[in-house]
Structure formats: structure tokens, C-alpha cells
């Protein structure tokens, strides 16, 4: 199942049709019509008891054969939609929908993967479950697996709704080591906003996106600053970087000047339509007032004063000039936090922007992979599922990892779809005996697993 998912992923009832088309199937042992979908589904519920034994038994194996490095663990939560009523599911509910589909149930899925994006760790979580919520059971699930592995330390990336104050504190208590931006407001807004211009400008840093190869300016500046975060009872130091980013200040002002156009101009149509018809009412014109402002980022930015009773009120609407100039101050500026006193700015922004290749990899399970599946209705067919598809991706990972090693620039699906019309031959003779034979690999083909020390197809396939 997983090297299906690899090739040509199917739905469980034609995963038998597509074991027919190849040599798999005399590789193992296993007639096609063995691989129907009653038969894989109880394969998955025999599977579900042990799911993470063989993860963990998977992952500790590759670790060691592949000397790979945990140093740096980036995590981040995706969904899979379902559609249907799965009313009997404890994991499939409503939640936020990173697909964009709030109309339909999902579960979510943690997942930490190195510096290099091979995953290490994950989790099935219920639809529902808020991202906050899930670090502190993250971290005691990765520490586990590190034991097994026989390392011990990590420093985890995750994104800001993960960066809590009660998480920060959590992990400090626990001697964890993590990097992770956080929502500025109170006291880490106040730290934000008493940083000068002038200062930030000073302090130029050395990262620059890969997109930008070409750029001569700086892109991000960045000051440290100290801050107490609390927790009842609890308190722990962390250095905040207050990071400047060029392109962040000028997207910020492009979305705030749009939606203070968008807001004025409602609020002006609203004030030449006063006293008239509907808006002779003053609560129909205060709901009106309020439907404009509702999801608008530049409300706060707006004085809006409604006088009068019904039929004969004024509207006054005016920028406050102070909060606009404090939005202004604030374009571009972000906190990154850490307990991390070892590293530099420049490394600390390095690693935070690393946290894509979690997001890349989500791409993959959605992509290539197609982790989407639809004609489950068991949960632990589910969970053993999602194992199967991480397996899938583990592999793909490695064809990326080792093709890096051996300075190739190609991607895994490349790999996969460079091999994807080798084709085997097996001849039956009347006395039921069988001949194998294998064309010969292309130039390309034989050069890319010569550099990724891989084997030839024939001692690849050990076939009864």
C-alpha cells in the first residue's frame, strides 16, 4: 500500500488491479486478486494496535542507516477533508479548515520533520483540535522516539498559534530548547513598539529568501531584546528578536491602505444616505455602521461618531491620526522568541524560516501522495492509514535527501516518474517455471542510482 501510494495511488478496492500491472505482487508472494479492499481494510485494522511500534522500529532504522541529524525538529499541524456524515468518528469533526473547506469534517495531522524535511514524528489528532493545544503532547511523544533512537536533544520551530505564553513556560520547565514567532500584544507589543526605527535600521541581517538571489539591499533587520513570559505560578526569560522585514512593511501598507479605502467609502455612502428610508432608523443605520467595520483590519483605525435620533442624526467619520501613525510604526514588524541563547540573529531567522519545509511536506501528502481518504469510516483504518501514507512519504523524503547528498537537484516525484516506464518481463513456460528478464536501465537511470548507492532492479526485486 504504500509503494502505491508512491506510483499511482487507488482507492483500496483497485489497489488489487493495480498490483496486476506489477512485479510486486511475484516479488511477495501475493496474488492480485488477494488485494481486495475487505481483505486490505482488515489488514489496517490488524495494523492499528501497533502503529506506533512500527513507525517507531521505521524511523529508528532510517535515522541510523541515513546518519540523519534531529538537531532541529520544525513542526506544524494540516487537514484531510472528508465528505459524508461520519457520525460514528471520534477523530473526523468540524474544525478549522486548512483546505478551505469548512463545509465538510476532517482530522488533522502533526507532523515534525528534520532540518532537511524528512519526517520523524506524527500524529492523528481529532478535526477539531486548536493548534495551541497541541505542543506539550507533541513534545513528550518526539522526546519518546528520541529515547529510542538514542538522541537526546532537539530544538522544535513551530509557527506563532503554537507560541503561546503557557507553551513557553512549559517548555522551559521541561528544558526544552524551540524558536517560534508569537502574536505581539500587551506586554510583547508594548517590547515591539518601544524599539526605534533608527535602531532596527542599524542592525541589517544576512538572510535574504532564496527567491532573491539577486539582492543587493537587506531584506530584514533585527534587534534583541529580553522578556518575562508568565504563567500562573511560573515565569521563564527568553530573548525576543525584533525583526524588521522589508516586504512585510510594504504588504502591510498595501492592506491597510486598501481597507481604509474600503471602509471610507462605505462609511461615506452610509453618511449620504442618512435620514433617508431605512436609514431614518438609528439602529438599522448603527447595524449598517457595524456590518462595515466587521472584519475590516482598519477599524480601529477610524473615529466614527453616530449623533441624533431617528431622522435627524449625523454621522462624523475622521482617521485618528495617532493610532494610524502607531499602525504605521508597526508595518513590518514581527517577534521571533527563543530560550535559545547560543545562537545569533541571523541563525535564529535561518531557522524560522526553515519552518516551509513542514509546509512542504503537507504539500506533498496532499499532492503526489493524495492523502485524502475518502472511503474509510473506521478510525483505526484511518490512523493505519495515515501511517501507511507517512511511510510513502518517508521513502519519497529519502530519494530527495540522498539525491541532495550526491548534489542532484531533483525531486522526488522526478525520481519516482524518471523509473515510472521500467518494465520487467516474466515469461511462463508449460512446465510452470518462470523466466525474469530486465531491459537495460537508460544511461540516466543507472548514472542516478550509482550516485544515490542504490541497487540494480535485479537485487531489488528478490522474486519467488
Known amino acids: 500500500m504504500a509503494i502505491n501510494r508512491l506510483q499511482a495511488p487507488r482507492p483500496l478496492y483497485k489497489i488489487g488491479d493495480w498490483l496486476e500491472t506489477t512485479a510486486l505482487g511475484s516479488a511477495l508472494g501475493i496474488q492480485a486478486e488477494q488485494a481486495h479492499d475487505t481483505r486490505l481494510?482488515?489488514?489496517?485494522?490488524?495494523?492499528?494496535p501497533h502503529y506506533e511500534t512500527i513507525w517507531q522500529t521505521i524511523i529508528q532504522k532510517a535515522v541510523t542507516r541515513y546518519h540523519l541529524s534531529l538537531a532541529w525538529l520544525h513542526y506544524d499541524i494540516t487537514s484531510a477533508y472528508f465528505e459524508g456524515l461520519y457520525t460514528d468518528s471520534e477523530l473526523v469533526k468540524y474544525g478549522y479548515s486548512r483546505d478551505h473547506r469548512p463545509d465538510t469534517k476532517q482530522i488533522n495531522i502533526g507532523l515534525d520533520v528534520t532540518a532537511h524535511g524528512l519526517p520523524l514524528a506524527f500524529r492523528v489528532l481529532v478535526g477539531n483540535t486548536a493548534d495551541r493545544t497541541t505542543p506539550r503532547q507533541n513534545c513528550e511523544a518526539v522526546r519518546a522516539l528520541l529515547t529510542q533512537t538514542q538522541r537526546t536533544e532537539t530544538t522544535f520551530v513551530h509557527d506563532r498559534a503554537m507560541g503561546t505564553p503557557e507553551t513557553l513556560v512549559w517548555y522551559d520547565q521541561h528544558d526544552q530548547t524551540f524558536i517560534t514567532p508569537m502574536t505581539a500584544e500587551g506586554e510583547l507589543q508594548t517590547l515591539l513598539d518601544s524599539v526605534p526605527l533608527d535602531e532596527l535600521m542599524r542592525t541589517p541581517l544576512a538572510y535574504h529568501p532564496a527567491r532573491a538571489t539577486q539582492a543587493t539591499e537587506p531584506a530584514y533587520y533585527g534587534v534583541w531584546r529580553e522578556h518575562i513570559f508568565t504563567d500562573p505560578g511560573h515565569k521563564v526569560k527568553t530573548r525576543v528578536l525584533v525583526v524588521y522585514s522589508v516586504s512585510k512593511a510594504r504588504l502591510d501598507g498595501q492592506k491597510r491602505d486598501s481597507a481604509l479605502q474600503k471602509l471610507q467609502t462605505r462609511l461615506e455612502k452610509i453618511q449620504t444616505q442618512l435620514n433617508q428610508r431605512k436609514y431614518k432608523r438609528r439602529d438599522y443605520t448603527l447595524e449598517q455602521i457595524h456590518l462595515a467595520q466587521r472584519g475590516n483590519l482598519a477599524r480601529h483605525l477610524f473615529d466614527v461618531t453616530l449623533g441624533g435620533e431617528d431622522g435627524a442624526m449625523t454621522l462624523q467619520v475622521q482617521v485618528n491620526a495617532d493610532r494610524l501613525a502607531q499602525a504605521k510604526q508597526r508595518d513590518g514588524r514581527y517577534p521571533l522568541v527563543t530560550n535559545r541563547w547560543d545562537l545569533d540573529a541571523d541563525q535564529v531567522l535561518s531557522h524560522m524560516k526553515e519552518q516551509d519545509v513542514a509546509e512542504k511536506r503537507f504539500a506533498i501528502l496532499k499532492g503526489?501522495?493524495?492523502?485524502?481518504?475518502?472511503?474509510?469510516?473506521?478510525?483505526?483504518?484511518?490512523?493505519?492509514?495515515?501511517?501507511?501514507?507517512?511511510?510513502?512519504?518517508?521513502?519519497?523524503?529519502?530519494?530527495?535527501?540522498?539525491?541532495?547528498?550526491?548534489?542532484?537537484?531533483?525531486?522526488?516525484?522526478?525520481?519516482?516518474?524518471?523509473?515510472?516506464?521500467?518494465?520487467?518481463?516474466?515469461?511462463n513456460f508449460a512446465d510452470g517455471s518462470q523466466l525474469w528478464t530486465y531491459p537495460e536501465l537508460a544511461l540516466t537511470q543507472s548514472q542516478l542510482l550509482k550516485d544515490l548507492g542504490l541497487p540494480s532492479p535485479q537485487q531489488t526485486l528478490v522474486l519467488s
Open 41 to 48: 481494510g482488515e489488514t489496517l485494522d490488524a495494523v492499528y
Open 368 to 427: 503526489p501522495l493524495q492523502v485524502h481518504p475518502l472511503w474509510l469510516h473506521k478510525d483505526e483504518r484511518l490512523v493505519s492509514l495515515v501511517l501507511v501514507v507517512m511511510i510513502a512519504l518517508l521513502v519519497y523524503c529519502l530519494l530527495e535527501y540522498l539525491a541532495r547528498q550526491a548534489q542532484r537537484q531533483v525531486t522526488g516525484r522526478a525520481l519516482l516518474e524518471l523509473f515510472a516506464n521500467y518494465t520487467v518481463v516474466r515469461v
